[in-house]
């Protein structure tokens, strides 16, 4: 099976390089890149005009499997992944069961196998149950294929359970990624504290929830030597904090999610709880740094926090909604539309954000188009101008405050393993 992708712009961020290319596929891995290559025997995919990259890698969604079903499931995910250009994705342990041992992991890794569009790595839970009360096997995780643990969606309340943590992870090898948030500052917050949540009449979550955690965390990591992780930075503080302790050499990365360097809290203003969010939109200034922060590299990774819920569940109170957004299938546009067409980024450094980035941080493949590479691939088309149509989505959760958005730059074709499983938006 031979395919030849011919004619794009080439964006290769671990060579760091952007050059107008063929790449060749041979029996499911990248045989060659290179102007002018010969198109016999080959299907030819015509990549004119068009960004050719590695495979987006998402290092942090929800797929809801186990247990919640009727918000996502691995097959709903999966789909929603390669239609966003995902050809990878680390999926977080807040499912029923959560994944805080390896057969739950096992389980995840079997379903995605059966599922067969999307590469999936399950994230391990950091403790039992994600209750934050004692530490999960982290060697039964890791030796079933967990590639990180958190216990995202909630946050390790103890400093010295979180310690405990990261030295056991240490000795793994396992990244520990924090959800970074202090519940004696965020309990009963439903949107960032400030002049609007007093505004809107909501209970405040104020950036400070934040913050606390992220600096304990960078100590601990500092003190371990555990390679830290940081979920969904939202906050202007959180950047700074993570700033001086890259330059002061602690083993930290960070990520951001599209909805926290696009909107702001006065998108809550209408009360459309799909806005609802943890950790919540915030000011302009936090959107600032934020896009900062992803220029200058103190946050490595854009990740989507893919967090579908079902309509009836958000059709409720402002206060009452549970948090989350679904984001897979509006990351990609959402890059560009905000941060590469805007000049925030070049696409070579968002590629690098989307693909080389998580795959370091996860310790997995992907990020590369050298010779011999699994041919995960993502073409995108950044002059087509589309508009977000949640109804259209194929995650199970229609919950996007993007509904409506005019966006430019899709991905137009997901390439797994030299299979191309999307095209032109059809799986
Ligand atoms: O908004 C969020 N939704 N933030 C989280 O941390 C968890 C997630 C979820 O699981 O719904
Ligand atoms: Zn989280």
């Known amino acids: 099976m031979k395919l030849l992708i011919k004619g794009g712009m080439v964006l290769d961020p671990a060579a760091g390089t952007a050059e107008k290319k063929d790449v060749l596929i041979v029996d499911g891995k990248i045989a060659a890149v290179d102007r002018g290559l010969s198109r016999s025997g080959a299907r030819v995919l015509d990549a004119a005009g068009k960004l050719v990259a590695p495979g987006f890698i998402d290092m942090h969604a929800h797929l809801r499997e186990p247990g919640y079903t009727h918000k996502e499931t691995i097959v709903s995910g999966s789909r929603a992944a390669v239609r966003g250009g995902f050809t990878a994705v680390a999926c977080m342990p807040n499912t029923d069961p959560v994944a805080d041992c390896g057969a739950v992991v096992a389980h995840i890794k079997s379903e995605a196998a059966k599922a067969g569009l999307v590469r999936v790595y399950p994230i391990g839970a950091i403790t039992r149950g994600s209750l934050g009360l004692e530490l999960a096997e982290m060697a039964d995780l890791k030796e079933h294929g967990a590639v990180a643990v958190s216990d995202d969606g909630r946050p390790v309340g103890?400093?010295?359970?979180?310690?405990?943590?990261?030295?056991?992870?240490?000795?793994?090898?396992?990244?520990?990624?924090?959800?970074?948030?202090?519940?004696?500052?965020?309990?009963?917050?439903?949107?960032?504290?400030?002049?609007?949540?007093?505004?809107?009449?909501?209970?405040?979550?104020?950036?400070?929830?934040?913050?606390?955690?992220?600096?304990?965390?960078?100590?601990?990591?500092?003190?371990?030597?555990?390679?830290?992780?940081?979920?969904?930075?939202?906050?202007?503080?959180?950047?700074?904090?993570?700033?001086?302790?890259?330059?002061r050499g602690v083993s930290v990365t960070a990520e951001a999610a599209p909805h926290h360097f696009t909107l702001t809290e006065e998108a809550v203003a209408g009360y459309d709880t799909n806005t609802k969010v943890n950790p919540p939109l915030r000011t302009s200034e936090d959107v600032a740094a934020v896009r900062e922060g992803l220029a200058d590299g103190t946050i490595d990774v854009i990740a989507t926090d893919h967090a579908p819920h079902a309509l009836e569940e958000k059709d409720v109170e402002y206060d009452r909604a549970p948090f989350g957004i679904a984001g897979l299938e509006t990351a990609a546009g959402l890059v560009w539309s905000e941060l590469v067409n805007s000049g925030v980024l070049t696409p070579l450094q968002a590629v690098a954000r989307l693909t080389l980035n998580p795959a370091r941080v996860l310790g997995i493949p992907g990020g590369t188009l050298e010779t011999g590479a699994d041919a995960d691939l993502t073409i995108i088309d950044p002059e087509l101008t589309w508009t977000v149509d949640a109804s259209l989505f194929e995650s199970k959760g229609k919950n996007t405050p993007f509904n409506g958005r005019l966006l430019k730059g899709v991905p137009v074709a997901t390439i797994v393993g030299g299979r191309i499983v999307m095209s032109g938006g059809k799986i």
């Open 158 to 247: 103890s400093a010295a359970l979180m310690r405990s943590a990261m030295q056991y992870a240490r000795m793994l090898g396992l990244t520990v990624i924090s959800h970074c948030e202090d519940e004696s500052l965020s309990a009963g917050g439903a949107m960032n504290e400030g002049f609007m949540s007093t505004v809107l009449g909501l209970k405040g979550i104020p950036a400070a929830a934040e913050e606390v955690m992220v600096a304990r965390d960078l100590i601990l990591a500092g003190q371990t030597g555990c390679r830290l992780h940081l979920a969904h930075v939202s906050t202007a503080g959180s950047v700074r904090l993570i700033r001086e302790a890259k330059a």
